[in-house]
């Protein structure tokens, strides 16, 4: 079973950003918190990942609590591109993935 | 970077017949493979872990004489689905993994549509 937990649906208006949550509240020390989204009918893309820090890149931001019990993944400007589904993820070094329900998120135009 | 293929992109095929998929990372080398698949608005489920020149490791409930998994290259695994049936229609999705920010990370192939008929 997955051991994350996010709201199954979000909207949000084009150019605005996109806060999606995630709780992942008995995640061990030595597990990251990974995001992948999942655009209909293809295979899930990697977004970000994280252990302790927040962390930044092209795609998004990633904003992990300092007790690591919850994560907020943000995309800045939204675009319809983006609409998809947003899984979050907790892993450890055997890099097993086990997807939850995830978020859909539809972005409005 | 990181891409992974997969091949055939979608096939329909009789009952009782085999289907092999392929998955290659195009631009790195990857000592782990992942075989996922997905039921219509259902999440992925993870079907086995595939290292380069030994045995697959299948998740509990998984079928290992149904879904032969050959990891012949760091950057090829292939999946058969023997004797299909029409309950095997399923997205089937690999992941390779790959090092980024200091971590393995799985990236995936675009999955492949299996239709038995």
Same mark, same amino acid.
């Given at each position: 079973?997955?051991?994350?937990?996010?709201?199954?649906?979000?909207?949000?208006? $084009?150019?605005?950003?996109?806060? #999606?949550?995630?709780?992942?509240?008995?995640?061990?020390?030595?597990? %990251?918190? %990974?995001? %992948?989204?999942?655009?209909?009918?293809? @295979?899930?893309?990697?977004?970000?990942?994280?252990?302790?820090?927040? $962390?930044?890149? $092209?795609?998004?931001? #990633?904003?992990?609590? $300092?007790?690591?019990?919850?994560?907020? #993944?943000?995309?800045?400007?939204?675009? #319809?591109?983006?609409?998809?589904?947003? %899984?979050?993820?907790?892993?450890?070094?055997?890099?097993?993935?086990?997807?939850?329900? @995830?978020?859909?998120?539809?972005?409005?135009? | /970077?990181? &891409? &992974?293929?997969?091949?055939?992109?979608?096939? +329909?095929?009789?009952?009782?017949?085999?289907?092999?998929?392929?998955?290659?990372?195009?631009?790195?080398?990857? !000592? !782990?493979?992942?075989?996922?698949?997905?039921?219509?608005?259902?999440?992925?489920?993870?079907?086995?872990?595939?290292?380069? /020149?030994?045995?697959?490791?299948?998740?509990?409930?998984?079928?290992?004489?149904?879904?032969? +998994?050959?990891?012949?290259?760091?950057?090829?695994? !292939?999946?058969?689905?023997?004797?299909?049936?029409?309950?095997?229609?399923?997205?089937? +999705?690999?992941?390779?993994?790959?090092?980024?920010? /200091?971590?393995?990370?799985?990236?995936? /192939?675009?999955?492949?549509?299996?239709?038995?008929?």
């Amino acid at each position: 079973d997955a051991k994350t937990t996010q709201p199954p649906s979000m909207d949000c208006a $084009e150019g605005r950003a996109a806060n #999606l949550p995630c709780n992942h509240s008995t995640i061990s020390g030595n597990e %990251y918190v %990974y995001w %992948y989204r999942q655009i209909h009918s293809q @295979g899930p893309q990697y977004i970000i990942h994280g252990l302790k820090n927040n $962390e930044t890149n $092209e795609m998004a931001s #990633l904003i992990i609590t $300092e007790d690591r019990k919850s994560s907020t #993944l943000i995309l800045p400007h939204a675009t #319809l591109r983006d609409t998809a589904v947003y %899984y979050c993820i907790n892993a450890d070094s055997s890099y097993k993935l086990i997807f939850g329900s @995830g978020t859909r998120l539809l972005v409005r135009p | /970077g990181a &891409v &992974v293929s997969q091949h055939p992109s979608w096939v +329909i095929c009789k009952s009782g017949t085999s289907v092999k998929i392929e998955c290659r990372s195009l631009d790195f080398q990857a !000592t !782990t493979m992942f075989w996922y698949r997905q039921f219509p608005k259902q999440s992925l489920m993870l079907m086995a872990t595939s290292n380069e /020149g030994s045995k697959a490791t299948y998740e509990q409930g998984v079928e290992k004489d149904k879904f032969l +998994i050959n990891h012949a290259s760091l950057t090829l695994s !292939t999946l058969t689905v023997t004797s299909a049936h029409p309950e095997d229609s399923s997205f089937y +999705i690999c992941s390779a993994a790959a090092l980024a920010g /200091g971590q393995e990370t799985q990236y995936f /192939g675009p999955g492949t549509r299996l239709l038995v008929l």
